[in-house]
Protein backbone atom coordinates (compact mmCIF):
# COMPACT_ATOMS: atom_id res chain seq x y z
CA UNK A 1 0.00 0.00 0.00
CA UNK A 2 1.49 2.95 -1.19
CA UNK A 3 1.17 6.76 1.24
CA UNK A 4 0.01 10.13 0.05
CA UNK A 5 -0.43 13.41 1.18
CA UNK A 6 -3.83 14.69 1.01
CA UNK A 7 -3.68 18.41 1.81
CA UNK A 8 -7.50 19.86 0.91
CA UNK A 9 -8.48 23.04 -0.06
CA UNK A 10 -7.46 26.41 2.04
CA UNK A 11 -9.56 27.90 4.90
CA UNK A 12 -9.19 31.75 4.98
CA UNK A 13 -6.11 31.47 3.31
CA UNK A 14 -3.27 30.08 2.14
CA UNK A 15 -2.18 26.53 4.41
CA UNK A 16 1.05 27.63 5.61
CA UNK A 17 2.47 25.10 5.83
CA UNK A 18 1.50 23.07 2.37
CA UNK A 19 4.83 23.33 0.77
CA UNK A 20 6.42 21.77 3.68
CA UNK A 21 4.46 19.03 4.70
CA UNK A 22 4.74 17.86 0.26
CA UNK A 23 8.17 18.43 0.44
CA UNK A 24 8.74 16.05 3.66
CA UNK A 25 6.41 13.86 2.41
CA UNK A 26 8.64 13.56 -0.47
CA UNK A 27 11.54 13.24 1.68
CA UNK A 28 10.01 10.34 3.51
CA UNK A 29 9.15 8.25 0.18
CA UNK A 30 5.80 9.01 -0.11
CA UNK A 31 4.03 8.28 -3.78
CA UNK A 32 1.97 11.09 -4.24
CA UNK A 33 0.70 14.76 -2.72
CA UNK A 34 -3.28 15.71 -3.25
CA UNK A 35 -5.11 19.19 -3.54
CA UNK A 36 -8.67 19.74 -3.49
CA UNK A 37 -11.22 22.43 -3.93
CA UNK A 38 -14.89 23.56 -2.72
CA UNK A 39 -15.52 26.94 -2.92
CA UNK A 40 -12.53 28.62 -2.67
CA UNK A 41 -9.11 28.28 -3.50
CA UNK A 42 -9.01 25.79 -6.38
CA UNK A 43 -7.14 22.50 -6.90
CA UNK A 44 -4.78 23.18 -9.57
CA UNK A 45 -2.97 26.29 -8.55
CA UNK A 46 -1.07 25.13 -5.66
CA UNK A 47 -0.66 22.06 -7.06
CA UNK A 48 1.23 23.62 -9.92
CA UNK A 49 3.21 25.78 -6.40
CA UNK A 50 4.28 22.02 -5.20
CA UNK A 51 5.28 21.30 -8.38
CA UNK A 52 7.78 23.69 -8.67
CA UNK A 53 9.53 22.98 -5.00
CA UNK A 54 9.25 18.88 -5.76
CA UNK A 55 10.56 16.71 -8.17
CA UNK A 56 9.87 13.04 -7.46
CA UNK A 57 6.25 12.35 -6.11
CA UNK A 58 3.46 12.46 -7.91
CA UNK A 59 0.60 14.96 -7.96
CA UNK A 60 -2.94 14.70 -7.50
CA UNK A 61 -6.19 15.99 -7.38
CA UNK A 62 -8.69 14.79 -4.91
CA UNK A 63 -11.05 16.27 -6.18
CA UNK A 64 -11.31 19.24 -9.08
CA UNK A 65 -15.25 19.56 -9.22
CA UNK A 66 -16.56 18.83 -12.98
CA UNK A 67 -19.07 21.46 -12.54
CA UNK A 68 -16.19 24.27 -12.46
CA UNK A 69 -14.61 23.27 -15.76
CA UNK A 70 -15.92 22.32 -19.31
CA UNK A 71 -14.34 18.76 -19.94
CA UNK A 72 -11.91 20.45 -22.15
CA UNK A 73 -10.77 23.12 -19.68
CA UNK A 74 -9.98 20.23 -17.24
CA UNK A 75 -7.70 18.58 -19.76
CA UNK A 76 -6.07 21.41 -20.65
CA UNK A 77 -5.34 22.09 -16.87
CA UNK A 78 -4.11 18.44 -16.56
CA UNK A 79 -1.98 18.34 -19.50
CA UNK A 80 -0.23 21.24 -18.93
CA UNK A 81 0.84 20.54 -15.54
CA UNK A 82 1.85 16.89 -16.67
CA UNK A 83 4.20 18.61 -19.12
CA UNK A 84 5.84 21.48 -16.14
CA UNK A 85 6.14 18.41 -13.57
CA UNK A 86 7.95 15.75 -15.99
CA UNK A 87 4.81 13.76 -16.04
CA UNK A 88 3.83 12.92 -12.44
CA UNK A 89 -0.13 14.63 -12.89
CA UNK A 90 -3.22 12.42 -11.58
CA UNK A 91 -6.25 13.61 -12.29
CA UNK A 92 -9.01 13.05 -9.58
CA UNK A 93 -12.59 14.36 -10.35
CA UNK A 94 -15.93 14.76 -8.60
CA UNK A 95 -19.49 15.61 -9.46
CA UNK A 96 -19.85 17.71 -6.32
CA UNK A 97 -23.92 18.47 -5.48
CA UNK A 98 -26.51 20.16 -6.01
CA UNK A 99 -25.87 23.26 -3.51
CA UNK A 100 -22.38 23.43 -4.89
CA UNK A 101 -23.23 23.09 -8.54
CA UNK A 102 -26.49 25.48 -8.64
CA UNK A 103 -25.32 27.65 -5.77
CA UNK A 104 -21.84 28.28 -6.57
CA UNK A 105 -21.05 27.28 -9.99
CA UNK A 106 -24.66 28.55 -11.36
CA UNK A 107 -24.89 25.02 -13.40
CA UNK A 108 -27.85 22.60 -13.05
CA UNK A 109 -26.91 19.67 -11.42
CA UNK A 110 -27.67 17.12 -13.77
CA UNK A 111 -30.61 14.77 -13.62
CA UNK A 112 -28.54 12.13 -14.51
CA UNK A 113 -25.21 11.89 -12.65
CA UNK A 114 -23.73 8.92 -14.16
CA UNK A 115 -24.19 9.70 -17.75
CA UNK A 116 -22.56 13.74 -17.23
CA UNK A 117 -20.07 11.65 -15.62
CA UNK A 118 -19.01 9.56 -18.14
CA UNK A 119 -19.43 12.49 -20.73
CA UNK A 120 -17.11 14.41 -19.00
CA UNK A 121 -14.59 11.41 -18.71
CA UNK A 122 -15.30 10.66 -22.45
CA UNK A 123 -14.00 14.28 -23.66
CA UNK A 124 -11.16 14.52 -20.92
CA UNK A 125 -9.77 10.91 -22.50
CA UNK A 126 -10.07 12.18 -25.98
CA UNK A 127 -8.13 15.18 -25.32
CA UNK A 128 -5.12 13.08 -23.55
CA UNK A 129 -5.31 10.83 -26.30
CA UNK A 130 -4.96 13.59 -29.33
CA UNK A 131 -6.21 10.74 -32.00
CA UNK A 132 -8.97 13.14 -33.49
CA UNK A 133 -10.71 16.51 -32.96
CA UNK A 134 -12.91 15.50 -30.04
CA UNK A 135 -16.66 14.72 -31.13
CA UNK A 136 -19.16 13.97 -28.39
CA UNK A 137 -23.44 13.72 -29.62
CA UNK A 138 -23.69 13.96 -25.96
CA UNK A 139 -26.81 14.73 -23.57
CA UNK A 140 -24.49 17.15 -20.98
CA UNK A 141 -21.00 17.76 -23.10
CA UNK A 142 -21.90 17.85 -26.15
CA UNK A 143 -19.14 18.57 -28.91
CA UNK A 144 -18.90 20.78 -30.90
CA UNK A 145 -21.88 22.92 -29.11
CA UNK A 146 -25.56 22.13 -31.52
CA UNK A 147 -28.29 23.84 -28.84
CA UNK A 148 -30.61 25.86 -29.71
CA UNK A 149 -28.67 29.30 -29.25
CA UNK A 150 -25.61 27.83 -31.22
CA UNK A 151 -24.50 29.88 -33.88
CA UNK A 152 -23.75 26.41 -35.87
CA UNK A 153 -20.04 27.33 -36.62
CA UNK A 154 -18.41 25.70 -33.93
CA UNK A 155 -15.55 23.06 -35.25
CA UNK A 156 -14.03 19.86 -33.50
CA UNK A 157 -10.39 20.21 -32.60
CA UNK A 158 -7.81 18.93 -31.63
CA UNK A 159 -5.39 19.98 -28.91
CA UNK A 160 -2.39 22.36 -29.71
CA UNK A 161 -0.18 20.83 -27.14
CA UNK A 162 0.61 17.20 -27.58
CA UNK A 163 -0.01 15.44 -24.44
CA UNK A 164 3.12 14.18 -22.53
CA UNK A 165 0.98 10.59 -21.38
CA UNK A 166 -2.05 10.15 -23.77
CA UNK A 167 -2.81 7.93 -20.20
CA UNK A 168 -2.56 10.42 -17.73
CA UNK A 169 -4.60 8.81 -14.71
CA UNK A 170 -8.05 9.75 -13.95
CA UNK A 171 -9.63 8.75 -11.03
CA UNK A 172 -13.03 9.17 -9.67
CA UNK A 173 -14.70 10.31 -6.28
CA UNK A 174 -17.73 7.91 -6.62
CA UNK A 175 -20.07 7.55 -3.33
CA UNK A 176 -22.88 5.50 -4.44
CA UNK A 177 -22.77 1.75 -5.46
CA UNK A 178 -24.00 2.22 -8.89
CA UNK A 179 -21.73 5.48 -9.31
CA UNK A 180 -18.74 3.17 -7.63
CA UNK A 181 -19.60 0.68 -10.47
CA UNK A 182 -19.49 2.63 -13.09
CA UNK A 183 -15.82 4.32 -12.20
CA UNK A 184 -14.30 0.77 -12.23
CA UNK A 185 -15.43 0.78 -15.95
CA UNK A 186 -14.47 4.45 -17.25
CA UNK A 187 -11.73 5.72 -15.16
CA UNK A 188 -8.20 4.01 -13.74
CA UNK A 189 -8.90 4.73 -9.89
CA UNK A 190 -11.25 5.40 -7.10
CA UNK A 191 -11.36 8.40 -4.79
CA UNK A 192 -13.16 7.00 -1.83
CA UNK A 193 -15.04 9.08 0.80
CA UNK A 194 -15.26 7.83 4.43
CA UNK A 195 -13.59 4.08 3.97
CA UNK A 196 -13.84 1.93 6.45
CA UNK A 197 -11.69 -1.30 6.07
CA UNK A 198 -14.50 -3.24 7.76
CA UNK A 199 -17.62 -1.92 5.67
CA UNK A 200 -16.47 -2.52 2.22
CA UNK A 201 -20.00 -3.63 1.09
CA UNK A 202 -21.44 -0.27 1.34
CA UNK A 203 -19.77 0.73 -1.65
CA UNK A 204 -21.86 -1.82 -3.62
CA UNK A 205 -20.52 -5.22 -5.16
CA UNK A 206 -18.20 -3.91 -7.50
CA UNK A 207 -15.33 -3.31 -5.06
CA UNK A 208 -15.18 -7.24 -4.63
CA UNK A 209 -14.85 -7.58 -8.40
CA UNK A 210 -12.05 -4.49 -9.31
CA UNK A 211 -10.40 -4.69 -12.77
CA UNK A 212 -6.41 -5.24 -12.44
CA UNK A 213 -4.15 -2.34 -11.54
CA UNK A 214 -7.19 -0.49 -10.53
CA UNK A 215 -6.27 2.49 -8.19
CA UNK A 216 -8.09 2.47 -4.44
CA UNK A 217 -7.43 5.56 -2.85
CA UNK A 218 -9.27 6.57 0.39
CA UNK A 219 -8.41 9.83 2.42
CA UNK A 220 -8.18 9.25 5.66
CA UNK A 221 -6.85 12.00 9.01
CA UNK A 222 -3.85 10.47 10.61
CA UNK A 223 -2.65 12.20 13.61
CA UNK A 224 0.05 10.85 16.71
CA UNK A 225 -1.16 11.30 19.63
CA UNK A 226 -2.17 10.01 22.89
CA UNK A 227 -5.77 11.17 23.70
CA UNK A 228 -7.75 9.26 20.87
CA UNK A 229 -11.34 11.04 22.16
CA UNK A 230 -9.15 14.13 21.52
CA UNK A 231 -7.66 13.36 18.58
CA UNK A 232 -10.86 12.28 16.63
CA UNK A 233 -12.09 15.99 17.33
CA UNK A 234 -11.18 17.28 14.27
CA UNK A 235 -12.57 14.39 12.43
CA UNK A 236 -15.67 14.54 13.86
CA UNK A 237 -15.41 18.63 12.90
CA UNK A 238 -15.44 17.41 9.78
CA UNK A 239 -17.55 15.03 9.85
CA UNK A 240 -20.46 17.14 11.39
CA UNK A 241 -19.57 19.90 8.29
CA UNK A 242 -20.11 17.24 5.58
CA UNK A 243 -23.00 15.19 7.44
CA UNK A 244 -24.70 18.53 8.30
CA UNK A 245 -23.76 21.36 6.05
CA UNK A 246 -22.58 19.80 2.70
CA UNK A 247 -25.57 19.12 0.71
CA UNK A 248 -29.80 20.15 1.55
CA UNK A 249 -31.76 18.16 4.08
CA UNK A 250 -33.25 16.25 1.04
CA UNK A 251 -30.51 15.26 -0.87
CA UNK A 252 -27.03 14.75 0.67
CA UNK A 253 -24.69 12.62 -0.86
CA UNK A 254 -22.58 12.19 2.38
CA UNK A 255 -25.68 11.49 4.66
CA UNK A 256 -26.50 8.86 2.60
CA UNK A 257 -23.04 7.54 2.32
CA UNK A 258 -22.96 7.18 6.08
CA UNK A 259 -26.70 5.46 6.62
CA UNK A 260 -25.35 2.96 4.41
CA UNK A 261 -22.55 2.33 6.60
CA UNK A 262 -24.87 1.65 9.46
CA UNK A 263 -25.55 5.38 11.09
CA UNK A 264 -28.45 6.23 9.43
CA UNK A 265 -30.21 7.68 12.53
CA UNK A 266 -26.88 9.48 13.88
CA UNK A 267 -26.67 10.94 10.05
CA UNK A 268 -29.95 12.37 10.32
CA UNK A 269 -29.68 13.71 13.31
CA UNK A 270 -26.26 15.59 12.04
CA UNK A 271 -28.35 17.25 9.79
CA UNK A 272 -31.21 18.22 11.81
CA UNK A 273 -28.87 19.80 14.48
CA UNK A 274 -26.64 21.67 11.74
CA UNK A 275 -29.16 22.66 9.62
CA UNK A 276 -30.89 24.59 12.34
CA UNK A 277 -27.82 26.02 13.19
CA UNK A 278 -26.57 24.18 16.29
CA UNK A 279 -23.18 23.55 14.93
CA UNK A 280 -21.33 22.65 17.95
CA UNK A 281 -24.03 20.03 19.15
CA UNK A 282 -23.89 18.33 14.96
CA UNK A 283 -20.05 17.57 15.78
CA UNK A 284 -20.90 16.38 19.08
CA UNK A 285 -23.13 13.92 17.52
CA UNK A 286 -21.05 12.07 15.31
CA UNK A 287 -20.68 8.80 17.51
CA UNK A 288 -17.12 8.14 17.95
CA UNK A 289 -16.70 5.07 16.57
CA UNK A 290 -17.62 6.12 13.06
CA UNK A 291 -15.06 9.05 13.25
CA UNK A 292 -12.40 6.47 14.31
CA UNK A 293 -13.19 3.46 11.67
CA UNK A 294 -12.80 6.07 9.09
CA UNK A 295 -9.17 7.48 10.50
CA UNK A 296 -6.05 6.36 12.33
CA UNK A 297 -5.98 8.16 15.09
CA UNK A 298 -3.78 7.29 18.54
CA UNK A 299 -0.40 6.56 19.16
CA UNK A 300 1.98 4.76 17.34
CA UNK A 301 1.00 1.62 18.28
CA UNK A 302 -2.79 1.52 17.91
CA UNK A 303 -2.48 3.29 14.33
CA UNK A 304 0.11 0.42 13.70
CA UNK A 305 -2.41 -2.52 14.98
CA UNK A 306 -5.11 -0.45 12.75
CA UNK A 307 -2.93 -0.01 9.47
CA UNK A 308 -3.01 -3.86 8.87
CA UNK A 309 -6.70 -3.58 8.36
CA UNK A 310 -6.35 -0.85 5.66
CA UNK A 311 -3.83 -3.38 3.62
CA UNK A 312 -5.41 -6.50 3.97
CA UNK A 313 -8.55 -4.73 1.38
CA UNK A 314 -8.54 -3.35 -1.97
CA UNK A 315 -6.67 -0.08 -0.68
CA UNK A 316 -4.15 0.58 -3.05
CA UNK A 317 -2.89 4.57 -1.65
CA UNK A 318 -3.56 5.68 1.85
CA UNK A 319 -4.07 9.60 1.07
CA UNK A 320 -3.13 10.71 4.61
CA UNK A 321 -4.65 13.70 5.77
CA UNK A 322 -1.74 14.61 8.41
CA UNK A 323 -1.78 17.44 10.32
CA UNK A 324 2.06 17.80 11.06
CA UNK A 325 5.59 16.03 10.05
CA UNK A 326 5.97 13.68 13.13
CA UNK A 327 2.76 12.18 12.19
CA UNK A 328 3.59 11.48 8.17
CA UNK A 329 7.52 10.40 9.68
CA UNK A 330 5.39 7.75 11.86
CA UNK A 331 2.84 6.53 9.35
CA UNK A 332 6.25 6.24 6.59
CA UNK A 333 7.51 3.90 9.27
CA UNK A 334 4.60 1.46 9.64
CA UNK A 335 3.91 1.20 6.50
CA UNK A 336 7.79 0.57 5.22
Known amino acids: ?14 GADHVTLAREAERLGYDSVW ?8 AFTPLTWIAAQTSTVKLGTAVAQMAARSPTTTA ?5 LDHLSGGRMMLGLGLSGPQVVEGWYGRPFPKSPLTATREYVDVVRQVLRREAPVRLDGRFHPLPYRGPDATGL ?3 LKSITHPLRPTLPVLLGAEGPRNVAQTTRIADGWLPLYWSPGRPEAYGDAVGDLPDGFLVAPMAQVR ?22 MGHAARNFHADLMGRMGYEEEARRIQELFLSGRREEAVLAVPDAFADEISLIGPRERIAERLELWRKGPVTDLLALAPDPETLRVLAELNS
Do not use: N
Open 1 to 14: MRLGLALGYWGRGP
Open 35 to 42: TAESWGSD
Open 76 to 80: MHALT
Open 154 to 156: GKP
Open 224 to 245: VCDDVSEGLLPVKAMLGFYIGG
